[in-house]
């Protein structure tokens, strides 16, 4: 009659002998898929000029469902610009006027353009923070 340690010991080594068939068959199973994926994406790549990137080891832990979202909704109308914003588009524009007279006479301009520049860089920080 077999003990329990007797059991035990058979029990280890056909739990040992499963774990190592089934990973041997889990690397043969990746193989086979990491195959196939690099096959289809050099099909995508060859066939319709479609570039898609190897999913991360990250990325497959956490795969969510992918959903069918509807059509996405019109952005609201922009706000209204404010007092500050319009009146530097107005500096901008009668700074380009200057600009261009001074071009048109032969002047030098590079400072009326980096004055420009400036305008330019200071509205679009106006415009994005309001």
């Given at each position: ?71 996405a909704p019109e952005p609201p109308a922009p706000a209204a610009p404010s007092p500050e914003v319009i009146a530097l ?24 353009e980096d004055r420009l520049y400036e305008l330019e860089d200071a509205h679009r920080l106006k415009a994005a923070n309001?």
């Amino acid at each position: 009659m077999p003990t329990t340690l007797d059991q035990y010991r058979d029990a280890k080594n056909s739990y040992l002998k499963l774990k190592n068939q089934a990973k041997k068959e889990l690397l043969a199973r990746f193989h086979e898929l990491s195959n196939e994926l690099f096959q289809v994406q050099r099909e995508l790549l060859e066939d319709f000029g479609e570039k898609v990137a190897m999913p991360s080891g990250k990325g497959l832990k956490k795969t969510k469902p992918v959903k069918k979202t509807a059509p996405a909704p019109e952005p609201p109308a922009p706000a209204a610009p404010s007092p500050e914003v319009i009146a530097l588009a107005r500096q901008i524009e009668k700074q380009r006027a200057k600009v261009e007279q001074a071009k048109a006479a032969g002047k030098p301009t590079k400072a009326l353009e980096d004055r420009l520049y400036e305008l330019e860089d200071a509205h679009r920080l106006k415009a994005a923070n309001s």
